[in-house]
């Protein structure tokens, strides 16, 4: 019987693993043409965890034989019970990413106005943390729950929800309260990835927005790492919030003889031969006026804020060669004593 027991887990074995090369090999067929874009997600996501999953399944199924009276079937058969629950763990959440992947597949972040692209992307990655916390929650507990020992704390995992919820809700306040705003976050979106914010005084990027933190990469490539309530509980800029159009301005402190007309004509040709101009708003005006010189103010737009620093240190640059070469009398003058005083607070000690 001993004999007879070892050679029906062993054709259970070579059994299961035929069944999953075979699987492999139709899923390399099916995603083998260019327009089968789904079968080679599939092919690509769950082809190892196949080679495993139905030897599993099948030794499971084998070792569970009543008519099998082996002492050896209790050992084997726990054993493939615990694999398989972490086999059949490992599937679940490979399927779980396939359909990740087949939704994000979808998305194309690098058009211009991709605001509806990043609001779906932050929901999936943000679900998807969620869902697969879930399922390793389930797994544990019927882990748990499949020996007799362990069952009591497997039934406590699933049904004690609440007293869980309690001791937990003292132990770990800021988790839960980051958690609950991420859910937050993830549904009323005040920030996407992809988010240009100021936050902290910092211009930067929405990099990653994880269940208790967010990532945000600033201007100069630094990461600053927030806990994810500080976008509930805090004020901060996002510049690209419905839009990721943005206004950008650039200011002059010109001489009162400065022809404004002949600026405006100079700084409407400068945004016409720029790619970065968007075409939408442009101005420029005499916003103020002091003692010794008048504050002329461009306003322009382009598509998003990267764009809109670097069109704003075009105007500046160009501007500032037009007025050199065509109207030096623009130049702001001040007074020789304002120079002289200048250079004495510039003295050193």
């Known amino acids: 019987m001993k004999i007879q027991y070892w050679q029906i887990l062993a054709l259970a074995l070579v ?7 075979v699987i492999i090999r139709l899923l390399r067929y099916l995603s083998s043409r260019n327009d089968r874009q789904v079968f080679r997600t599939i092919y690509s ?24 009276r082996a002492r050896e079937s209790v050992l084997v058969y726990s ?28 998305l194309d972040l690098n058009k211009t106005n991709n605001l509806q692209e990043r609001k779906l992307f932050t929901k999936v990655k ?12 389930v797994s544990v507990s019927l882990l748990l729950l499949s020996f007799r020992q362990g069952r009591e704390f497997g039934l406590g995992i699933l049904t004690s929800a609440g007293i869980v919820s309690v001791i937990v809700g003292f132990a770990a306040q800021k988790t839960i309260a980051n958690l609950l705003a991420g859910i937050q976050i993830a549904f ?8 240009v914010v100021i936050v ?3 211009w930067g990027r929405i990099e990653e927005i994880n269940l208790t933190y967010v990532v945000v990469k600033l201007w100069d490539l630094r990461r600053m790492i927030l806990p994810i309530t500080y976008f509930v509980e805090n004020s901060y800029q996002n510049w690209t919030r419905n839009d ?46 002091r003692d010794q010189y008048m504050v002329v103010r461009t306003i322009m737009s382009a598509h998003n804020a ?22 030096p009398e623009a130049l702001p003058k001040y007074p020789l004593e304002n120079i002289k005083s200048g250079l004495a607070d510039a003295r050193p000690l």
């Open 188 to 195: 009323t979106q005040p920030i996407k990835i992809e988010d």
């Open 45 to 68: 996501s769950i082809t190892h965890v196949l080679y495993f999953f139905f030897p599993a399944l099948f030794l499971t199924l084998v070792a569970n034989n009543r008519f099998i």
């Open 244 to 289: 990721s159009s943005i206004i950008g301005s650039a200011l002059f402190s010109l001489d009162f003889h400065a022809p404004v007309d002949k600026l405006r004509s100079a700084f409407k040709t400068i945004l016409d031969e720029s790619s970065l101009w968007d075409g939408e708003t442009a101005a420029l005006q005499v916003t103020d006026t």
């Open 200 to 202: 902290e005084n910092e």
């Open 79 to 106: 054993l493939s019970k615990v694999l398989l629950i972490a086999i059949s763990t490992w599937l679940t959440i490979r399927i779980i990413t396939i359909f990740e992947r087949l939704i994000l597949n979808q």
């Open 15 to 21: 059994a299961g693993v035929l069944t999953g090369w």
């Open 126 to 137: 943000f679900i998807k943390r969620l869902v697969v916390i879930a399922v390793l929650i």
């Open 306 to 327: 990267s764009d809109a620093f670097d069109l704003r240190c075009e105007v500046r640059e160009k501007l500032i060669e037009y007025i050199r070469k065509e109207a």
